[in-house]
């Protein structure tokens, strides 16, 4: 099967098998951003933007992608620099691996509700699982980034 | 000032919020964790599992799995040697027993390794697994660990099976450990007490559940040497197990880690590693395994299940005079880490109650047919301390006496003997202030202990305090070493594993501290078993106190190294040198060597006479410039040997004072080399190594302390716990990163939430574990946990690095004691056994819950 995407906004044609996921087919695509804590949907690591859209690779069939745009935090790293060092003022991105998930849940959480309540940032992000930091320094690194994109100051 | 406030006033780098040193590559998701940076072709490796909780394996039919293409290997017990080892990483001869094999005919447990298959990818692989025919003799196996001593039913009847240490061990009895250790009468002081509480805890075998699974990659190298590349918390230690379950020489392995996705313990054991370590010693090949979700919850080296039965007695002023703990631990099929864990139930509770007469702790570790346990953070002390901590709230209930005041009256302060902690004295002890300031802080005497609110529910508090240690006091060794760069700056070369603790980046604070530089000119090499000096790994909450501490005189003797080279290069006298960071000056009274007339004396040193008169040191200058390779080429050309040997000879103290003397001025203007000029001028003809390492081990464990205090709303309609607020104070002594220690704080306190609340552990009647997903083993998420709110009321710690203890796991602590007695406190209801689930607080509610139902 051919699968064609415009990944990380360069187009991508790859033969691929049958029922290869989305995550395994980024992953051989060298996204090793994109990271699996599961087999059952539950922990949000895999997530990545399909056609604009948070998505969980780990649960999404490679061929369901054909012809979308596909996004990982290799295709972020501006955004991902930005808002991360915020993460990393409150010493909260810890071991690391569930961040790539977390902050691509984050950036779709700030283009779809620019101006969010400390509630709807934590509903938004309830899927993305951290056993780290206890998530109050990712909340409090989320909060201080919003008040510095309203031209607060940088903490 | 406290001592903690004089030490911060003065500190630069150490106890500040500093971003960890790699956290852009981690928030970026820069390929740094061991799937990210392997190259090339690794076989898939993966082990076929045994569907029986106890069994002897009769036969095993391979040949139509062989046939699957792209398969390079399968394993069974017969091609893997029989010595027993333990995966437990401790310090050697480990007090584990000697009781696993890489792969046995006797499986002991549902998840035990049956084969090890490695093929050319995960789908010949997961088809090779299916078609691979084992015929079990299926045995009867002990799931109830109050069975499991003196059973006729062995769990380990193998007559190769060994233990190393006295810890009471006994095969014949299904025993992994047994100890009784105690002072004073308990019996007759508990005779003497008013008030007696008396109740048995139950904790279930938590899982470390970090967000990356157990994972390992092996190769060969150029020498013919196993590289094994592993998300490991303990290089060493690894290498050693390795050697030990192949049968090979340790000169054979190098253990080297990527970054770790979480540890928390689990990777204090060797879970993953042993298995593709074999296949690539075999095949030659390089090869990987990575657990699924799956593996890591069903086999792997989660928390011991323990049930400990509490006594305390006290009088009806509130003095406690006694308290008897006695374990009862379930090691599982393997006895990893099984008689350590359970020293902490007692070592670690009992000794916050400074005014005991008599105390008395005795325990008994058992062989299951479960899953075998290993390390997780509390290691055993949270255990113990939800019982101790629940026993006492409710002795206070007992008594009518606010568990706050019983706390004052009768908790270890500062300066004590601790008698139950193997008679070590609390140098440093906060935990008074600590207690105040969460009471403040929850505001517990407006809301002790519970309100009815106008919606039906219930509001009330509870609290708990704890303690851990920092290392294994004389057992656990961290070294460091560190070396001065050319460009002057430096690379520090640890052992310990940054498991996302931050490590890497306090162990450099410390350095640049002493070094007196920024923290970006500390580079942290860690950790490879060829290149690190040795440590015994990161766990036991030792890294910041012992390595620490290993951290700071190595880096006080690269000074003496650097003070040495600067006064060669300058011609001073060590003595007469100060070491200030970016460079070395003279002090005011030195007395500086006429170098110049010898260096002209040797007939080549016009140049580096020259060089002289314009600032301390020849050639430099141009080092400075960036030019150092042509600096030290016109040098070579001019003949380097002579000419360094004639600058690096030493000009006694004797001749300054010559020279002092002639001129009839004891202070000469200051001198001043760089640092940049001194790490270059010693790589010229260089005599001195600008590289010094330290040893450290503590005969002293330092507690730090801690109290958590919790509001929680039940509904007593549906026994449903929300959160609602959770503040925890800590004294770890000096914070060396706040922000680190606080976030540490803040994760282990979600974890102790979660496994208060809603992490639960169950076996079917077969063995088999049900909560073997994300699915039905929940963990928390943002939603579960209320608002945390921490704060630290230090000590100063004297023997720890600026004063600092420990942070990485006492936070885990006090959830579960704080959250039954605020359950206690809204309902009257004593919870002992984890999880509190809505319906076992409904049911005790009602007065129909018995204890292991849910
Ligand atoms: S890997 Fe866990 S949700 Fe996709
Ligand atoms: S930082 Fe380790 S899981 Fe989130």
Not at chain 2, 343 to 371: C, E, Q
Not at chain 2, 391 to 410: C, F, G, Q, S, T
Not at chain 2, 509 to 517: F, R
Request: include cysteine.
């Amino acid at each position: 099967m051919k699968l064609s995407m415009i990944l990380n906004g360069r187009k991508t044609e790859e033969e691929i098998a049958e029922g290869m996921t989305l995550y395994d087919f980024l992953r051989s695509q060298g996204c090793s951003s994109v990271k699996c804590g599961c087999e059952t949907s539950n922990c949000g690591l895999c997530t990545v933007f399909l056609n604009e859209k948070p998505v969980l690779s780990c649960s999404v069939l490679a061929m369901r992608a054909q012809g979308c745009h596909v996004d990982t935090l290799e295709g972020l790293q501006e955004e991902a620099k930005e808002f991360g060092t915020f993460i990393a003022n409150q010493g909260a991105e810890q071991c690391g691996f569930c961040n790539p998930g977390m902050i691509m849940n984050a950036i779709a959480l700030f283009r779809e509700i620019p101006d969010p309540t400390a509630e709807e940032i934590k509903e938004y992000l309830a899927g993305n699982l951290c056993r780290c930091s206890g998530y109050e320094g990712q909340l409090r690194g989320i909060l201080n980034f919003l008040d510095w994109k309203k031209g607060g100051v940088r903490e | 000032m406290s001592r903690v406030e004089e030490v911060s006033c003065v500190l630069r780098t150490v106890n500040q919020p500093l971003p960890k040193k790699d956290s852009m590559a981690l928030v970026t998701g820069k390929p740094v964790f061991l799937d990210d940076v392997l190259q090339g072709n690794y076989l898939v490796v993966k082990v076929l599992r045994s569907p029986h909780a106890n069994a002897m394996i009769e036969a095993v039919k391979l040949d139509t799995a062989k046939k699957v293409p792209g398969i390079e290997g399968i394993y069974t017990w017969q091609d893997v040697p029989d010595k027993r080892f333990t995966m437990a990483g401790q310090t050697y001869p480990e007090p584990s027993p000697y009781d696993r094999l890489l792969l046995d005919r006797h499986v002991r447990y549902v998840g035990d390794p049956v084969a090890i298959v490695a093929g050319k990818d995960e789908a010949c692989v997961d088809r090779a697994l299916k078609m691979i025919k084992v015929t079990y003799q299926v045995l009867p196996a002990i799931s109830d660990f109050h069975q499991a001593k003196d059973n006729p039913l062995l769990v380990h009847p193998e007559e190769n099976w060994k233990s190393l240490c006295p810890v009471g061990a006994d095969n014949r009895r299904n025993l992994c450990a047994s100890e009784l250790d105690g002072q004073g009468d308990v019996e007759q002081v508990l005779q003497e007490c008013d008030e007696v509480v008396e109740g048995t805890y139950h904790v279930k075998a938590n899982q470390q559940a970090m967000m990356e699974t157990f994972r390992t990659a092996c190769y060969i190298d150029t020498y013919g040497r196993l590289n094994v590349i592993s998300s490991t918390q303990i290089v060493f230690h690894a290498r050693r197990i390795i050697a030990h379950a192949l049968d090979i020489p340790q000169s054979k392995i190098r253990v080297t880690k990527p970054r770790i996705g979480g540890g928390f313990g689990a990777k204090q054991t060797v879970v993953a590693e042993i298995f593709p370590a074999f296949v690539t010693w075999k095949t030659g090949k390089p090869s990987k395994m990575i657990f699924s979700r799956y593996e890591s919850q069903i086999a792997s080296s989660p928390r011991h299940e323990m049930e400990v039965h509490v006594r305390i007695g006290a009088m009806r002023d509130g003095h406690i005079r006694a308290i008897d703990v006695d374990t009862l631990s379930d090691t599982g099929a393997y006895g990893e880490h099984g008689p350590t864990t359970v020293g902490l139930s007692g070592h670690k509770s009992i000794p916050l109650y400074g005014k005991l007469d008599a105390y008395r702790f005795h325990y008994d570790v058992v062989y299951t047919n479960h899953m075998s346990a290993g390390a997780y953070r509390g290691y055993g002390a949270t255990q113990g301390l939800f019982a101790v901590e629940t026993a006492v709230n409710e002795l206070a209930a007992r008594l009518a006496i606010d568990p706050v005041k019983l706390r004052e009256m009768n908790m270890v302060r500062q300066g004590q003997i601790m008698p139950a902690y193997y008679g070590e004295r609390t140098d440093s002890c906060a935990l008074d202030r600590c207690l105040k300031r969460a009471a403040q802080m929850i505001g517990w005497e407006e809301k002790y202990p519970c309100r009815r609110m106008d919606n039906g529910k219930i509001r009330s508090v509870g609290m708990a305090m704890a303690m851990q240690g920092s290392g294994i006091s004389g057992v656990d060794t961290g070294s460091a070493e560190i070396k001065l760069m050319e460009d002057g700056t430096y690379t520090l070369y640890i052992g310990s594993a940054d498991m996302g603790t931050g490590c890497d980046t306090i162990l450099a604070q410390m350095a640049a501290e002493v070094l007196e530089c920024p923290l970006k000119d500390i580079s942290v090499c860690a950790a490879d078993t060829d290149s690190s000096p040795y440590d015994s790994g990161s766990y036991a909450s030792s890294t910041t106190y012992v390595t620490g501490k290993a951290v700071v005189d190595a880096c006080e003797k690269l000074k003496g190294q650097i003070l040495k080279e600067a006064g060669k290069l300058l011609g001073i006298g060590e003595e007469w040198l100060e070491f200030e960071g970016t460079g070395v000056r003279s002090l005011p009274e030195a007395a500086v060597t006429e170098a110049r007339s010898d260096a002209a004396g040797t007939g080549e040193g016009q140049n580096r006479g020259k060089v002289r008169d314009d600032g301390p040191l020849w050639g430099c200058e141009n080092l400075h410039d960036d030019r150092p390779a042509q600096g030290c080429e016109n040098l070579r050309d001019d003949g380097p040997a002579q000419g360094c040997e004639n600058l690096q000879e030493d000009r006694p103290a004797q001749e300054h004072e010559n020279a002092s003397m002639d001129r009839g001025a004891p202070a000469l203007e200051d001198r001043w080399i760089s640092l940049g000029e001194i790490a270059a001028g010693a790589t010229c003809g260089g005599q001195i190594a600008l590289q010094a390492a330290a040893a450290n081990s503590s005969p002293v464990s330092p507690p730090p302390f801690m109290v958590g205090m919790a509001e929680i709303e039940l509904d007593p309609e549906t026994g449903e716990v929300e959160l609602l607020d959770y503040a925890a104070v800590v004294d770890c002594g000096t914070p060396i990163n706040p922000n680190l220690a606080r976030v540490q704080t803040e994760g282990g306190l979600v974890q102790g939430i979660g496994m208060a609340l809603y992490e639960n552990i169950q076996y079917t009647d077969e063995g088999r574990l049900r909560n073997n997903s994300f699915m039905q083993y929940k963990i928390p998420t943002r939603l579960d946990m209320g608002r945390l709110r921490v704060e630290f009321e230090s000590s100063y710690e004297p023997t720890g690095p600026f004063g600092a203890k420990s942070i990485g796991e006492i936070v885990i602590n006090t959830p579960a004691p704080a959250l039954a007695h605020a359950i206690a406190n809204a309902t009257g209801a004593w919870l002992k056994e984890l999880p509190f689930t809505s319906e076992k607080i409904y049911k005790a509610m009602n007065g129909s819950f018995t204890e292991g139902e849910i």
